[in-house]
């Protein structure tokens, strides 16, 4: 930690909270505060999303939405579990507007090898992928890499981009995760027969 | 640290993999499929159900010119997947332009391992994010 953080705000060993005491309107100790937890938010709304692109337009949203919303902060157990329940409302407002990506096969039936290949549909469709080295510079312990790479196959976003956020903002992220890993076990990609 | 024979088994079917495409050799490519394979190439709609019909595809599409070498793939890894940066010549001798990100599947059981699924994001800019260039001269 910085001589910066320190200044700025603490968590107290007592309570576990942290305790901002920054001058509200200073955003480059806001930025140090939010900065380290930029590549982490970024693999958490493409988990959510499916497209590097898609979460970068969603960390900067969730950025703007802590920056407006920095008051509420106070008190809450944990600055990073606040910033990741503001990215996953914010991916999951996404959603409710968009197609859910997915892959090919998802969507239409095999073609004849002697055919010509389709033209790319005009809008963004798909399940984009991520390079494995994001997922490690992004993780704090061995355990949670486990569970983050379990969480990324395309076969688990194919899940979790045909499951729609039905619940509105009530519906959490735990629930979210729950609902598509158990979908999973359940789940074996469709063998369509040519 | 101890590689598993279940790892060498797989980093050995990669690896033939690799070379098939590097080597213009269909059948070798093909050998490596399990008999319900697929194939896709996103942003394109389109894809492939069967080795027969990818064997079909890759005769007449992917090498389907006179030029040898057309392929050159980097081993990497995506979404927790084996993958490809993947890149391609269009006259021979000329330098290799980045083609796109290929992540496949593979599916094993106790006697076998074969690759199940091949996806091509067939989108060059996608490559920079793998940390590889555009161009690749030879």
Same mark, same amino acid.
């Given at each position: 930690?910085? +001589?910066?953080?320190?200044?700025?705000?603490?968590?107290?060993?007592?309570?576990?909270?942290?305790?901002?005491?920054?001058?509200?309107?200073?955003?480059?100790?806001?930025?140090?505060?939010?900065?380290?937890?930029?590549?982490? #938010?970024?693999?958490?709304?493409?988990?959510?999303?499916?497209? #590097?692109?898609?979460?970068?337009?969603?960390?900067?949203?969730?950025?703007?939405?802590?920056?407006?919303?920095? +008051?509420?902060? $106070?008190?809450?157990?944990?600055?990073?579990?606040?910033?990741?329940?503001?990215?996953?409302?914010?991916?999951?407002?996404?959603?409710?507007?968009?197609?859910?990506?997915?892959?090919?096969?998802?969507?239409?039936?095999?073609?004849?090898?002697?055919?010509?290949?389709?033209?790319?549909?005009? +809008?963004?469709?798909?399940?984009?992928?991520?390079?494995?080295?994001?997922?490690?510079?992004?993780?704090?312990?061995?355990?949670?890499?486990?569970?983050?790479?379990?969480?990324?196959?395309?076969?688990?976003?194919?899940?979790?981009?045909?499951?729609?956020?039905?619940?509105?903002?009530?519906?959490?992220?735990?629930?979210?995760?729950?609902?598509?890993?158990? $979908? #999973?076990?359940?789940?074996?990609?469709?063998?369509?027969?040519? | 640290?101890?590689?598993?024979?279940?790892? $060498?088994?797989?980093?050995?079917?990669?690896?033939?993999?690799?070379?098939?495409?590097?080597?213009?050799?269909?059948?070798?490519?093909?050998?490596?499929?399990?008999?319900?394979?697929?194939?896709?190439?996103?942003?394109?709609?389109?894809?492939?159900?069967?080795?027969?019909?990818?064997?079909?595809?890759?005769?007449?599409?992917?090498?389907?010119?006179?030029?040898?070498?057309?392929?050159?793939?980097?081993?990497?890894?995506?979404?927790?997947?084996?993958?490809?940066?993947?890149?391609?010549?269009?006259?021979?001798?000329?330098?290799?332009?980045?083609?796109?990100?290929?992540?496949?599947?593979?599916?094993?059981?106790?006697?076998?391992?074969?690759?199940?699924?091949?996806?091509?994001?067939?989108?060059?800019?996608?490559?920079?994010?793998?940390?590889?260039?555009?161009?690749?001269?030879?």
């Amino acid at each position: 930690m910085t +001589e910066q953080h320190i200044k700025a705000g603490t968590h107290s060993r007592e309570s576990g909270r942290f305790d901002p005491i920054v001058t509200l309107g200073d955003s480059a100790i806001f930025s140090s505060f939010i900065e380290p937890y930029r590549r982490e #938010l970024h693999v958490h709304c493409y988990r959510l999303l499916g497209s #590097l692109q898609d979460a970068e337009d969603l960390v900067q949203e969730t950025m703007i939405r802590a920056w407006q919303h920095f +008051e509420a902060l $106070k008190g809450y157990a944990s600055l990073r579990n606040w910033l990741y329940s503001i990215a996953t409302n914010a991916c999951l407002d996404t959603l409710k507007r968009r197609r859910p990506r997915t892959l090919p096969a998802e969507v239409s039936p095999p073609i004849n090898p002697n055919t010509p290949i389709a033209q790319a549909p005009a +809008e963004s469709i798909w399940l984009e992928p991520i390079p494995d080295i994001w997922l490690l510079e992004s993780t704090e312990n061995p355990e949670a890499r486990y569970s983050r790479r379990e969480s990324v196959s395309f076969a688990f976003l194919t899940v979790l981009q045909l499951l729609r956020p039905v619940n509105g903002p009530s519906c959490s992220s735990q629930m979210y995760w729950t609902g598509a890993q158990a $979908k #999973l076990r359940i789940y074996s990609r469709p063998q369509s027969q040519p | 640290m101890q590689v598993s024979s279940a790892d $060498k088994a797989t980093n050995e079917l990669l690896m033939r993999y690799m070379n098939a495409w590097e080597t213009d050799d269909i059948d070798g490519l093909v050998e490596l499929l399990k008999e319900d394979a697929t194939m896709s190439m996103p942003p394109s709609l389109s894809w492939l159900w069967g080795r027969e019909a990818i064997r079909a595809f890759l005769t007449s599409t992917a090498f389907g010119t006179e030029m040898q070498h057309t392929w050159q793939l980097y081993a990497t890894g995506a979404n927790a997947q084996p993958a490809f940066i993947v890149y391609r010549a269009n006259e021979p001798h000329s330098s290799y332009h980045a083609f796109g990100i290929q992540v496949v599947t593979i599916e094993s059981s106790t006697t076998t391992r074969h690759i199940s699924d091949i996806t091509t994001f067939t989108v060059p800019s996608l490559v920079t994010s793998f940390g590889f260039p555009l161009e690749l001269s030879r």
